[in-house]
């Protein structure tokens, strides 16, 4: 069964740093760019950053730009959020989400995406953040 | 990175049609075919939808359809169903490489 399980969430003071992790399983992680999706409490979604399959390529919502990093261990089937400076704002329950592929560069026996849609099409059960004194 | 505009809110009795609209800029929706859209139940994962405007992934019923005219995409749901009720999303990639969600619409079944 294709599925990422989340963890890693949990209560943070303001200013302090947590890590959020997502394990895939059932497809090819390095096959695949990956998502991190939030929902603040009341509020609508709101992507949060991007990473392409290899790894080299990031990008992030101006919210969290220069406080949040992105990453993943292609050897763990892992996607890692490593939130820092954290506020109050950052409060919500946090979805990791694979992106849909549209076509593949396959060398030395590893297929990687190089065409995304830009849509998510397998999400986690989410993890939540809570930032409070 | 303002986020998309959808009504807040849409009502239609079982079998009937309803439309979602999702409005934004020529620098998301308007300048790409890159908007999506997702089915969120409270205490669910969202579930995929739509991509690429108008692209039904397997498995998702031929009920939801998806259009663009502009700088304003449509999400359809023909032959409403009770199980349908949910908050819809719909999403666009952006011209400074991010991806914009809309604010959500809540549709209810009457």
């Known amino acids: 069964e294709v599925q990422v399980l989340q963890s890693g969430g949990g209560l943070v003071q303001p200013g302090g740093s947590l890590t959020l992790s997502c394990a895939a399983s059932?497809?090819?992680?390095?096959?695949?760019?990956m998502n991190w999706v939030r929902q603040a409490p009341g509020k609508g979604l709101e992507w949060v950053s991007f990473?392409?399959?290899?790894?080299?390529?990031?990008y992030y919502a101006d919210s969290v730009k220069g406080r949040f990093t992105i990453s993943r261990d292609n050897s763990k089937n892992t996607l890692y959020l490593q939130m820092n400076s954290l506020r109050v704002e950052d409060t919500a329950l946090y979805y990791c989400?694979?992106?849909?592929?549209?076509?593949?560069?396959?060398?030395?026996?590893?297929?990687?995406?190089?065409?995304?849609?830009?849509?998510?099409?397998?999400w986690g059960q989410g993890t939540t953040v809570t930032v409070s004194s | 990175q303002s986020a998309l505009t959808q009504p807040a809110s849409v009502s239609g009795s079982p079998g009937q049609s309803i439309t979602i609209s999702c409005t934004g800029t020529s620098s998301d929706v308007g300048g790409y075919n890159y908007v999506s859209w997702y089915q969120h139940r409270p205490g669910n994962a969202p579930k995929f939808l739509i991509y690429?405007?108008?692209n039904r992934p397997s498995g998702v019923s031929y009920r939801f359809s998806g259009s663009k005219s502009g700088n304003t995409a449509s999400l359809t749901i023909s032959g409403l169903q009770a199980e349908d009720e949910a908050d819809y999303y719909c999403?666009?990639?952006?011209?400074?490489?991010?991806?914009?969600f809309g604010g959500g619409t809540k549709l209810t079944v009457l």
């Open positions: 989400a694979r992106d849909l592929c549209g076509g593949r560069h396959c060398t030395g026996g590893t297929c990687y995406c190089t065409t995304t849609y830009y849509a998510m099409d397998v």
């Open positions: 990473i392409d399959s290899s790894g080299h390529n990031t």
């Open positions: 059932g497809f090819t992680f390095i096959g695949y760019a």
């Open positions: 999403s666009s990639y952006t011209s400074t490489s991010t991806l914009v």
């Open positions: 690429e405007v108008t």
